[in-house]
DNA sequence: AATGAATGAGGATTCATTCAT
DNA sequence: CATGAATGAATCCTCATTCAT
């Protein structure tokens, strides 16, 4: 692992864990294995670090959202696979996901406008899939925006309390989630085998992970 | 409205918007129209303004949770009313619970373990409101644990978008969120006005809020 | 004294022995009396003292210069009045006409032109006074803008080398000077003591001081 | 041009325009088109640099001015020699010059005991040329010493402002300059060709330049 | 010869907090 | 009650310099 890496892996770690304002430049080097100075050879200002983790987090979220619904035509399996992959890349780094989530405010007004355009940008995509399986899918929702919303907080809560050391599997993890989306959508049948592959898929494929 | 009220609330505001790390004493003395030396005729440290935050929000939550849940036999009831109560809760003082929910990471250990503790307590309710509605309530889901962490999340969540002065009322908010929840658990029936007449009056009388 | 008097009088005198990037914060504090936090009381930026100190000093050679030559019609005498004036204020305040000669290198670009612009128009006077100089008051000289040029430097050189402990009083340096410079102009009369009254009344109004 | 010139010219632009203090190594080493770690191979210390720099160019002046003078019986000669020399040395380099100047402060008290020996050296032939002119060489001025120094500062100031591409030429700004000096020592014939050409000579020999 | 990597010391500035007035 | 003044400790970041490669 090189010591960029190092660097990059404590900061999310502690932005993760203390948040950002909470994290010292000499926390960072300590937790990196490395002097507070020598830390600004990999890396620009404190501020910097922060929003190449999130712009790292967001681009993969959205390129992997993007394969997964590219080109299907399906709904319901487009939400499916949403949901199953921000499941699990909430599972699998919580602390990239919770810096994601819970540090936007630390953000420089200039860089906070970037990183709030790739959300909104992933975003549109669980948009397009509700609305449309509203209209062809088999959804019933009131108040989709709502629905949209809750949906997003409740995966990403993921991120706050999963641990791979509890007992529920990842694999099971996705499908429940992606039952309970289906059941707030309305949606006749729970479950949707071809959205999860595809996230698996994706996963595999974005990710490098596999299950 | 008392200066007391005045930094607790110019607390609130900051500790939500810029975290407690990010917050500063000056930062609160202006917020508050006094002088960061006159801050502390009103408080004590910084962190004993924000463990003293998160207690009065965790203890009207635990106590509105209390008294729309104690003596109500139906689980599904219960569930509601705890639905609603959050949702409400969350939409009504976005603030004070993004600080108790974002902030932990800032107390000290000690402090911690409080907050905790009655956060603990207050998901208990929940807890068994889930389990005894899968006993004997027409709740069905598996990994009930999973189900009331998504429940959890998807509705303090809403303190993290909710605008009043968007397109959906409180009531209807509500209204939504209750169903939601009880499609997430397998019921049959997505209404329970008597759980909701529950949440507000519980509000009314614990948070001095009408609808 | 007032304690930014102190803070004041310890960065002009390190600020014109060691240079601004030569003088620390931690400098300027031991020098002024103070900790280097309570410096902050008292200033903005140490930029912020750097330029307020030229400021200062400028305004009031400009204000000065402005009194000695308005409404002065022979220009002998303006240009007598300028030496002086400028050779006094630079041997009773060194240490202030050497910072604002030698670091003007260290100050932002926009409060560097606000600096230039001050020192431009009071160069003007010399200008003009030169300028009239020539067209009606007996001075020959081939390109009286050098002419200014020498005459400005070696008058403000005064402040690299004079000592009030040396063997040569103010009064005397004064019209030392103003006979050189009437000398470099090719006046045929070498001396004028009106423009030397002239000194010596503002520099007791502008600066308190007298010979 | 060799590695180590670059550095040394890097350096003297630099030290010039920002200050010793103000200028960094790495600013440095982009100006001489190096690693900042490379410019070690270079150069000693950053101060062995600039005292380097200071020696070098006070030893050329020392060198130039002592053939311009030695040997030569008539002060007004010398004196309009060394005037001439410093004038051109300063105004073809006043990046070194400026630095000598300046810098003096930056220096460890070692070395600046050898460069201000070095400058006293120099200054001490300018004295003996003014003394040497008043008692047999037609100058007539109160204060020797203080017209010494106000023609030291009126030729040195030549660095801070003459650019090569304004109108006024190097040997007409000689000539200027010898012309304001022999005003301001009173002597009665304002020219003196025979020192102009001593110091043309000079220059072209020591610094290698032709006007 | 050249340089990435490394760092202890120090740069300016802000921190939360206390206290005399 | 209110606050200017005060500060030790900490903030992020840059410094000049060394060294292994």
Redesign the pocket.
């Known amino acids: 692992m090189t010591?960029e890496q190092r660097v990059r892996r404590a900061a999310v770690k502690l932005f993760a864990d203390k948040g950002f304002h909470g994290?010292?430049?000499?926390d960072l080097a300590q937790e990196a294995g490395?002097?507070?100075?020598?830390l600004?050879?990999y890396m620009g200002?404190?501020?910097e670090l922060l929003s190449g983790i999130m712009r790292e987090c967001l681009d993969r979220l959205l390129l992997g959202a993007r394969r997964a619904t590219g080109g299907v035509a399906d709904p319901r399996q487009r939400l499916v696979s949403l949901v199953a992959l921000h499941v699990l890349a909430h599972a699998l780094q919580p602390a990239e996901t919770r810096v994601v989530d819970n540090e936007v405010h630390a953000l420089s007004a200039a860089t906070r406008r970037q990183i709030v355009a790739l959300r909104d940008e992933y975003e549109q995509l669980w948009s397009a899939a509700i609305d449309d399986g509203i209209r062809r899918g088999g959804f019933t929702t009131p108040e989709p925006a709502v629905t949209r919303l809750a949906l997003l907080e409740m995966c990403s809560g993921v991120a706050r309390w999963y641990s791979p050391r509890g007992p529920v599997e990842l694999d099971r993890l996705a499908g429940h989630y992606t039952g309970l989306a289906l059941r707030m959508l309305g949606s006749a049948d729970h479950e949707c085998p071809a959205g999860l592959d595809t996230a698996r898929k994706v996963l595999s494929d974005v990710w490098g992970k596999t299950l």
Chains 1, 2, 3, 4 share one sequence.
Do not use: L, P
């Open positions: 010591t994290t010292g430049i000499r490395i002097s507070s100075a020598s600004y050879h200002t404190k501020e």
